[in-house]
DNA sequence: GGATGTGAATGTCTTCACAGCT
DNA sequence: AGCTGTGAAGACATTCACATCC
């Protein structure tokens, strides 16, 4: 299979999400346009992205809408139902047990992991709280498909270690560090701070600019 | 100003980070293989993203990890704090008000905001918790900085939309949706979901792949 | 007529490779 | 000798523009 960006990736997750929308709305059909517009991209970009994987329009007329969304529910491997655990359940994981999204797409969580003895046993937004020392066999038996990581930065890196030593093949980071897998292991890592940083930077170099009188 | 790229001052953030830790091992330089191993990127990568901004190592020596690390807090306008504002104080929005990253960096979350009168005039994490109702108010007498945007996705484009009105700069959207700022904002994003759609489609896509002999 | 699908052109980011300073 | 700084090359992503089909 021909490589396919991480961003095009992203904006199909964009697409499907507004293609319900368009559904929801009655709509049987949308043009590239009308996709593009309210993704927030260009039409043309629209195109590339779904030309990816097959043709799915009717020229002159636009895509289909259901069935357009039914195609990237297949691409994005929504079709079933994937299962979900979260290792660190402090504030962040607590708050990603209880994220109504995750549900309504399909990702279901089922386990946490803690290593505070006081939390093990417990439930959190309904889902049972396990001890950390048991993960490798609690992702074994209860099948785990997708991990996610809510542990402090100086943790995160072994937790990943331990989960892909009993063969986990997907890995969602949220601690502030950048992780290292091996091949054929997917991960994506969620730095809230580096973002803000980002917005840090932007705020900063609009006030050097006035300073300077914007050049 | 030439223009950056985001991915550049993303690495920024990286870079200081790690060069934080050499600090701490007590290292007075290191090389651009040295922090280019520790962010996960290439030694060309991490002297190209500091060449944009100056000239900060000495050929032969490798960076001075002090005055480097200085230097990006520049950079990235963290020499002194900023006022942050976390609109919705759901569950994610809860959890990021009291995210230690955040304040360690000089992000001080002074205010949340929210529409459930119940939380009106309550603290979460010591934080107080104002009406939404006196959104643009409070934005603008505290000297918000940088606005959170935690609540559904429904209404985070209303909330962007009267935070812009009343001068906001920067925006940090937690809502599953793509949002419009005008010119001169700066927003970024962070969509969860589509980041787990993102581990979704790898798994299906080494799920087909081994289904016809991964090609 | 209207909108797709796509090669070609353009733009952006990353990697290479090496001259030049310490 | 070691390692930076940087033009040039290469890889990748986006946009253009148009032939093609409904």
Redo the contacts between chains.
Sequence with gaps: ?KKVS?ST??R???YR?HLREFQDQGRLTVSSGDLAA???TTAAQVRKDLSVFGTFGKRGLGYPVAELAGALR?????RRP?R?AVVGTG??G???M??R??RS?G?HIVLGFDADPDKVGSTIQGIPVRSDDDMERELVEREI??VIVAVPAGAAQRVVDRAVGVGA????NFA???L?VPE?V?L?T????????????????????AHRGG?
Tied chains: 1, 2.
């Excluded at 093949?169 to 969602?172: E, V």
């Design positions: 299979m991480d990736v992203l199909l997750s964009l999400r309210r993704a927030g297949d691409i994005l491997g929504l994937w979900v504030r962040i607590g708050a990603l209880g994220y999204e995750f797409e990702f498909d997708i093949r997907a890995i969602l502030p560090v950048a290292e054929g997917a994506r969620v730095n809230m701070a580096v973002e803000l940083e980002g917005l840090s930077y932007a705020l900063a170099e609009a006030r050097r600019d050049e």
